[in-house]
């Protein structure tokens, strides 16, 4: 299957908005965004400035995906990425991650690390960042409010440029904690 990747443009305002409340989003904090909230952001260029870049994943279905990167001034960027429920379970993810950290190492050569961040239910996007080459590197506790008031633990991986250029993973020390000396007085 061709999936390709376009870049979201200044007449996309009605089919972003359409796309974002016609699912639900059950890894998303807030659930599924207010239409009118979304309108004004998109207008005020909330999903295109100088820090924010979004696309469509598009299938020979039709639009499957979106994908929003953001933070790309700084040297640490972020991204969202949301799949139709249709589109999961098919690999897009995997595919949607590959594309979207070459985009943003060769895109913004500032960006030295590309940080990911889900719950810890969602074992189908953590499986994806851990087959794409990202490192977990963060686990926070109750920090992540769902709809439903329920607290979930949240996780972050990222991905170095160092890394994903060598194709050879750093990892993380989880053995250098204080706490073994503070527990040896």
């Known amino acids: 299957m061709t999936i390709r990747y376009a870049r979201l443009t200044t007449d996309d305002g009605d089919a972003l908005v359409d796309f974002l409340t016609g699912e639900d989003w059950p890894f998303h904090t807030g659930g599924r965004p207010d239409p009118t909230r979304l309108r004004e952001r998109f207008d005020a260029g909330g999903f295109d400035d100088a820090q924010t870049r979004t696309y469509w994943q598009v299938t020979p279905a039709g639009r499957t995906g979106l994908i929003r990167l953001y933070d790309l001034t700084d040297d640490t960027a972020m991204f969202d990425l949301r799949l139709t429920r249709n589109a999961r379970g098919r690999g897009r993810g995997r595919d949607a991650v590959t594309w979207l950290t070459g985009r943003v ?9 590309l940080e990911a961040t889900t719950r810890q239910d969602n074992r189908a996007m953590r499986r994806v960042l851990t ?55």
């Open 105 to 113: 190492f060769t895109d913004f050569p500032t960006v030295t690390r």
């Open 131 to 185: 087959v794409c080459g990202y490192v977990k590197e963060a686990h926070y506790r109750r920090a992540w409010p769902a709809p439903d008031g329920v607290r979930h633990d949240s996780v972050g991986y990222a991905m170095l440029r160092h890394d994903w250029s060598t194709g050879i993973t750093t990892p993380v020390d989880w053995h250098d904690t204080p706490e073994k000396e503070a527990a040896s007085r």
